[in-house]
């Protein structure tokens, strides 16, 4: 699939944005990722709700193979053959990938720490390396030392005390 064919697909939904990826283009719609365009089909983004349409469709999710196995990302799914034809239908599930995507994001937000939370973490992890750190010299300063035991010099009283 190339960029104009996918541009004219997406005419319907509105403006998309294409980025090179893989083998094909990552299709987003204000800033989010919702489709890819691979050699192996247009797949949306799809969650618990919008899953049991593609599965309707007879779909499946995107696959791929590596050397030891093939790898399942439930994430995306492929989208109808019959809705390349009907560009009115592909834009309601473009918006459904889209609303699904957005999800996605609002579930993967980091929690904000409370302020001395935040603060306290940096200090902790450099008094961990200055830790580590006087551990690796102490181990330098003594492997640089002789290891040869060191004779014990026995002092024979002296005469000179009691005269």
Sequence with gaps: MDREFLTDLFADFGPVTLRRMFSGYGISADGTNFALALRAGLYFRADEETIPQFEAEGCGPFQYQTRAKTVTVNSYWQLPARLFDDAEELAVW?????????????????????AARTAKAPAKKAAAKNVAGRKAAVKKTAARRPSAKKKRVERKPSSSRGS
């Design 94 to 114: 473009a918006r459904s990938a889209l609303g699904a995507a957005q999800r996605a994001a609002l579930r993967k937000r980091p929690r904000k720490l409370p």
